[in-house]
């Protein structure tokens, strides 16, 4: 029997101690206890933990600023494990054309593993594949790559699942798990005394792996379902810091989360060489069939990206969470 303090540190003459050859070291939460030297620390697999303080040795890459950059487990050891940033989840149904039972995974870096962090070793197939491979795509580039590990090392769980699946139908759309948190910068900037919960939300992204035909600049409106994917995967990153915001800063008909979404898609789009998306909306001729631009536009006249800016952060935003004083977003 072992006994600890919160943060792992033995209760002499509590515990038992056992022979040496026979001393089990992955004790507290799994992780291995060195005490060579009477250090008595914690060993994980990015950081060494300080048992008698509480503390990591080195910077959680996962920081509350608000708390310290060297705290365990945001302070309560009890409630919250070891943050591994396992947090960009693939949701799909195993056996015959996915018809059987839910299965999760997580993706980190292109690698898949399981919810209790052991390597995944089932068939990467259908849906699964599909997602692995357009992720992949997206983080091929410079800026999807950025926005990807963001998502990776985020508090919260983004979880990709079949548009399918969307209870509204849409199709392809990220919804957040707590809309007032996905707008809290903005709505907080629009009217300062309320107090919106501040901290972003994590949320499901539907994605359609068909894709969906969009008017381009070149009018050949080829379905790009790896764009479509990039494009949820935007709002998420937005979601992730709660600084989504659906004003009208062009007074063109399109909300700011849009344009920003779509340059962000055009990016990836570019890289990949695709041709860039023209509109946001499209029109279908009955007759012939052809699909135009319709609404407002995301390029000028030039065929340049239109870019729009992120939601500002008022400074109430910051006088309540510090932490919003480090938000370092790629445009």
């Known amino acids: 029997?072992?006994?600890?303090?919160?943060?792992?540190?033995?209760?002499k003459g509590l515990d038992y101690v056992q022979t040496t050859s026979k001393e089990d070291k992955r004790q507290?939460?799994?992780?291995?206890?060195?005490t060579n030297m009477n250090l008595n620390i914690i060993e994980t697999q990015f950081r060494i933990g300080d048992t008698q303080i509480g503390r990591w040795w080195q910077v959680d890459p996962k920081p509350n600023y608000s708390e310290s950059v060297f705290a365990m487990m945001g302070n309560n050891p009890v409630r919250y494990a070891d943050p591994k940033g396992d947090t960009l989840r693939v949701s799909f149904g195993t056996g015959f054309l996915g018809l059987g039972k839910k299965q999760e995974v997580i993706?980190?870096?292109?690698?898949?593993?399981?919810?209790?962090?052991?390597v995944y070793t089932g068939k990467v197939k259908g849906f699964l594949k599909k997602v692995v491979n357009a992720v992949n795509a997206v983080?091929?580039?410079?800026?999807?790559?950025?926005?990807?590990?963001?998502?990776e090392a985020s508090n919260h769980n983004f979880t990709i699942m079949k548009s399918s699946k969307n209870p509204s139908g849409k199709g392809n759309e990220f919804v957040p798990n707590d809309s007032n948190k996905e707008f809290a910068v903005a709505r907080t900037g629009a009217n300062p005394s309320m107090r919106y919960p501040l901290g972003g939300t994590g949320g499901t992204i539907y994605w359609n792996t068909n894709g969906r035909s969009l008017p381009t600049v070149d009018g050949l409106n080829v379905a790009r379902p790896i764009t479509d994917l990039a494009h949820e995967i935007f709002h998420a990153y937005e979601a992730n810091l709660g600084i989504t915001s659906n004003d009208d800063v062009l007074s063109a008909g399109l909300s700011r989360m849009e344009y920003r979404a779509v340059y962000f898609e055009n990016s990836v789009r570019r890289e990949l060489g695709y041709s860039l998306r023209s509109h946001y909306s499209a029109s279908l001729d009955a007759g012939t069939g052809a699909?135009?631009?319709?609404?407002?536009?995301?390029v000028d006249a030039n065929g340049i990206?239109?870019?729009?800016?992120p939601t500002p952060i008022h400074p109430s935003v910051i006088h309540r969470d510090t932490s919003y004083l480090h938000v370092?977003?790629?445009y």
């Open 1 to 11: 029997m072992e006994l600890y303090y919160p943060f792992g540190l033995g209760m």
């Open 28 to 34: 507290f939460n799994g992780v291995e206890r060195n």
């Open 107 to 118: 993706y980190n870096n292109g690698n898949l593993t399981n919810a209790d962090g052991s």
């Open 139 to 151: 983080r091929s580039t410079i800026d999807g790559r950025s926005v990807i590990s963001t998502l």
């Open 291 to 298: 699909l135009s631009g319709r609404g407002a536009s995301t």
């Open 305 to 309: 990206p239109i870019y729009v800016p």
């Open 328 to 330: 370092n977003l790629i």
